[in-house]
């Protein structure tokens, strides 16, 4: 089945409202208006770039959408810090990042998090794009399919299919993000594969074959295409190749053939 690919960009704490606008701006004036009809584009700032991202991409009529890079589930009350799914949606988001590695390593998200994220923003109407991978000493001790699925379950638990469908799973090996150290289109094929099994045991094959897989780490302007063009691997989130309009543009070109 072919499924429309996602390139999606994670600053992560990167730009000020000021640099977000500039590098939007930039990425905009180099996005061909009609790429749109083969390849889906997200930006996902810092929360507080959102609005100004959104601006620059709507006045240009531009289909390039913004996401989140993490959501508290609840609607509101004292949870000083957090974001909300309506305070998302208010701004326009159609996607918001959970479980990203930097925030289960650094901060503490479990997987239970990550399905309550998941859940809400559902509820909430944004496609959720759950990132999974496993750390390099799962990798050697040659758990990675078990460990990465594990996440798949937790995460999807008590979705159904309906939801699920409107998911984006993110393949992510730890030791590959910010590090340069790209999986080889065969890991990444492989582990992409194995989770697109587990969405089938959970779901049916209509529902797995539909849903997009992505691969991050280190994906940049050199090795999107060889990514890309496996069959499992359904678009790409990006790190730091995202925070450059030219290189950035060069992996929406690749993910354009
Ligand atoms: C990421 O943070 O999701 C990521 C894939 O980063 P990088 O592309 O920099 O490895």
Same mark, same amino acid.
Request: proline letters at 4%; a negative charge.
């Given at each position: 089945? !072919?499924?429309?690919?996602?390139?999606?960009? #994670?600053?992560?704490? #990167?730009?000020?409202?000021?640099?977000? %606008? %500039?590098?939007? +701006?930039?990425?905009?004036?180099?996005?061909?208006?009609?790429?749109?009809?083969?390849?889906?584009?997200?930006?996902?700032?810092?929360?507080?770039?959102?609005?100004?991202?959104?601006?620059?991409?709507?006045?240009?009529?531009?289909?390039?959408?913004?996401?989140?890079?993490?959501?508290?589930?609840?609607?509101?009350?004292?949870?000083?810090? @957090?974001?909300?799914?309506?305070?998302?949606?208010? &701004?326009?988001?159609?996607?918001?990042?959970?479980?990203?590695?930097?925030?289960?390593?650094?901060?503490?998200?479990? #997987?239970?998090?990550?399905?309550?994220?998941?859940?809400?923003?559902?509820?909430?109407?944004?496609?959720?794009?759950?990132?999974?991978? @496993?750390?390099?000493?799962?990798?050697?001790?040659?758990?990675?399919?078990?460990?990465?699925?594990? +996440?798949?379950?937790?995460?999807?638990?008590?979705?159904?299919?309906? @939801?699920?469908?409107?998911? %984006?799973?993110?393949?992510?090996?730890?030791?590959?993000?910010?590090?340069?150290?790209?999986?080889?289109?065969?890991?990444? +094929?492989?582990?992409?594969?194995?989770?697109?099994?587990?969405?089938?045991?959970?779901?049916? +094959?209509?529902?797995?074959?539909?849903?997009?897989?992505?691969?991050?780490?280190?994906?940049?302007?050199? #090795?999107?295409?060889?990514?890309?063009?496996?069959?499992? &691997?359904?678009?790409?989130?990006?790190?730091? !190749?995202?925070?450059?309009?030219?290189?950035?543009?060069?992996?929406?070109?690749?993910?354009?053939?």
């Amino acid at each position: 089945m !072919a499924r429309k690919p996602l390139i999606a960009g #994670n600053w992560k704490m #990167n730009n000020t409202i000021g640099e977000a %606008v %500039v590098l939007t +701006q930039e990425i905009s004036n180099r996005f061909e208006p009609d790429w749109s009809d083969t390849v889906d584009v997200a930006l996902c700032p810092p929360f507080v770039d959102l609005k100004p991202a959104k601006t620059v991409l709507e006045f240009d009529k531009q289909h390039i959408a913004v996401g989140a890079q993490d959501v508290y589930w609840e609607e509101k009350g004292a949870y000083t810090g @957090e974001i909300s799914v309506g305070m998302l949606a208010e &701004i326009g988001c159609a996607y918001c990042i959970v479980g990203h590695s930097e925030r289960r390593g650094l901060f503490g998200e479990t #997987n239970e998090d990550v399905n309550k994220k998941a859940k809400a923003l559902l509820a909430g109407h944004l496609a959720p794009i759950i990132c999974v991978g @496993e750390s390099l000493a799962v990798r050697d001790e040659g758990t990675t399919d078990e460990f990465v699925c594990a +996440q798949v379950r937790a995460a999807f638990a008590g979705i159904d299919e309906n @939801e699920a469908a409107k998911c %984006v799973v993110a393949y992510e090996p730890i030791w590959a993000i910010g590090t340069g150290r790209t999986a080889t289109p065969e890991q990444a +094929q492989a582990v992409c594969a194995a989770i697109r099994e587990t969405l089938k045991e959970l779901y049916s +094959q209509d529902t797995a074959e539909a849903m997009r897989i992505l691969y991050g780490g280190s994906m940049n302007e050199g #090795n999107a295409a060889i990514l890309l063009a496996e069959p499992d &691997i359904d678009g790409g989130l990006i790190g730091g !190749a995202s925070l450059k309009a030219t290189s950035f543009i060069a992996i929406i070109e690749a993910a354009l053939k």
